[in-house]
T-cell receptor, first 113, second 112 residues
Framework: NAGVMQNPRHLVRRRGQEARLRCSPV?????VYWYRQLPEEGLKFMVY????????ESGMPKERFSAEFPKEGPSILRIQQVVRGDSAAYFC???????????FGSGTRLTVV | DQQVKQNSPSLSVQEGRISILNCDYT??????FLWYKKYPAEGPTFLIS?????DKNEDGRFTVFLNKSAKHLSLHIVPSQPGDSAVYFC???????????FGGGTRLMVKP
């Protein structure tokens, strides 16, 4: 059984470019969550999605960030016009429901140069 | 406003001894607590959890204690092993929601 798969593992973008981070949840999990970890800090919640719906985006910056979880395919976290402050590790997690079986991926490390 | 705090950024323990990692929270709506272990370049791995209706949960070498009145929880690892060396995160949730609020982490080093 594959766990949560995130790709790419490392992503380098120049300031002003777009970053697309992908997350394939555990098979059978319909709940997806994105978290961001800045250097030397804990993980911070960004957004919670179910298939085709955003349930809670209270942790998402209001501008430049968007997320989707389409009916088919992985969940995508999109960051437009990246800035140096977006450099962080972005973790995706999935669960079948609620907090049971909440499983994290290995993360995507975004570096903005 | 940090709702979950881990005040010790690092802890060093001798192999075979007990490791005690602490966590404090401020939001009285939290009713479910989890501990995660994280190695560099990997995602957090679930270790153990506790519901607010309990004050202790044990799983092998790992025990979590919850003191609701003090809004404090701790993770005990005994005996500690070198493979336990990692960053440990405390996380809290409101059982009505699916969002985790994490502390800043404690780096545990277990010396052989």
């Amino acid at each position: 059984n594959a766990g949560v798969m995130q790709n790419p593992r490392h992503l380098v973008r120049r300031r002003g470019q777009e970053a697309r981070l992908r997350c394939s949840p555990v098979k059978g999990h319909s709940h997806v969550y994105w978290y961001r970890q800045l250097p030397e800090e804990g993980l911070k919640f960004m957004v919670y999605l179910q298939k085709e719906n955003i349930i809670d985006e209270s942790g998402m910056p209001k501008e430049r960030f968007s997320a989707e979880f389409p009916k088919e395919g992985p969940s995508i976290l999109r960051i437009q016009q990246v800035v140096r402050g977006d450099s962080a590790a972005y973790f995706c997690a999935s669960s079948p429901r609620g907090l049971d079986g909440y499983t994290f991926g290995s993360g995507t490390r975004l570096t903005v140069v | 406003d940090q709702q979950v705090k881990q005040n010790s950024p690092s802890l060093s323990v001798q192999e075979g001894r007990i490791s005690i990692l602490n966590c404090d929270y401020t939001n009285s709506m939290f009713d479910y607590f989890l501990w995660y272990k994280k190695y560099p370049a990997e995602g957090p791995t679930f270790l153990i959890s506790i519901s607010s209706i309990k004050d202790k949960n044990e799983d092998g070498r790992f025990t979590v204690f919850l003191n609701k009145s003090a809004k404090h929880l701790s993770l005990h690892i005994v005996p500690s092993q070198p493979g336990d060396s990692a960053v440990y995160f405390c996380a809290a949730a409101n059982n009505a929601g699916n969002m985790l609020t994490f502390g800043g982490g404690t780096r545990l080093m277990v010396k052989p």
